[in-house]
T-cell receptor, first 113, second 117 residues
Framework: RKEVEQDPGPFNVPEGATVAFNCTYS??????FFWYRQDCRKEPKLLMS???SGNEDGRFTAQLNRASQYISLLIRDSKLSDSATYLC??????????????FGKGTKLSVKP | GAVVSQHPSRVICKSGTSVKIECRSL??????MFWYRQFPKQSLMLMAT?????????EQGVEKDKFLINHASLTLSTLTVTSAHPEDSSFYIC?????????????FGPGTRLTVL
């Protein structure tokens, strides 16, 4: 089983739509969770961290279910500029703070006019 | 905010040559930097962890003699792809943690696209 799994998409949605992405991770000892955004041929950029209590940043809402090892991202009122690949990212617990990140393959979103 | 730069952004080379990629933290110090590789339609995969003042730590399956890493200072790490072959063509990205105490926030360089002919 892959460490971080995502539906690759693509998700093709009209402007204004609400779209949800899901992600599962295999290491139950994982300590930190993130959603990154990657535009074509660019580096990934942090979109938001994900907390067990759920967190919201404008049109973006992230949820974490540790029991199910499941992470989600909800985008409301999609904009054309939201078109990108969304990466689910997990930081495993290595007994210290200096740990690397583990990336999913990403879910591609295309928002159409 | 903090910025990580990479140089070059793109390189095309002949098979058998060596290519050096630089990763710099521009306004902060990084005792640790991470080197990732991303093949088309694949996820970023960690290749190695670069440590200032000590040897790099390589992930399983990554040849340390082929991918030489030197963390020369608190702001510079270099990755040298030795005797490059077409299968080494990929997008190489470095990252640096924002602080000494936590790697939760990492700043990524813009990446280097390597094409080996």
């Amino acid at each position: 089983r892959k460490e971080v799994e995502q539906d690759p998409g693509p998700f093709n949605v009209p402007e204004g739509a609400t779209v949800a992405f899901n992600c599962t991770y295999s290491n139950s000892a994982s300590q930190s969770f993130f959603w990154y955004r990657q535009d074509c041929r660019k580096e990934p950029k942090l979109l938001m961290s994900v907390y067990s209590s759920g967190n919201e940043d404008g049109r973006f809402t992230a949820q974490l279910n540790r029991a199910s090892q499941y992470i989600s991202l909800l985008i409301r009122d999609s904009k054309l500029s939201d078109s990108a690949t969304y990466l689910c990212v997990v930081k495993p617990w290595y007994g210290g703070s200096q740990g690397n990140l583990i990336f999913g393959k990403g879910t591609k979103l295309s928002v159409k006019p | 905010g903090a910025v990580v730069s990479q140089h070059p952004s793109r390189v095309i080379c002949k098979s058998g040559t060596s290519v050096k990629i630089e990763c710099r933290s521009l306004d902060f110090q990084a005792t640790t930097m991470f080197w990732y590789r991303q093949f088309p339609k694949q996820s970023l995969m960690l290749m190695a962890t670069s440590n200032e003042g000590s040897k790099a730590t390589y992930e399983q399956g990554v040849e340390k003699d082929k991918f030489l890493i030197n963390h020369a200072s608190l702001t510079l790490s270099t990755l040298t792809v030795t005797s490059a072959h077409p299968e080494d063509s990929s997008f190489y990205i470095c990252s640096a943690p924002a602080s000494f105490t936590s790697t939760d926030t990492q700043y990524f360089g813009p990446g280097t696209r390597l094409t080996v002919l």
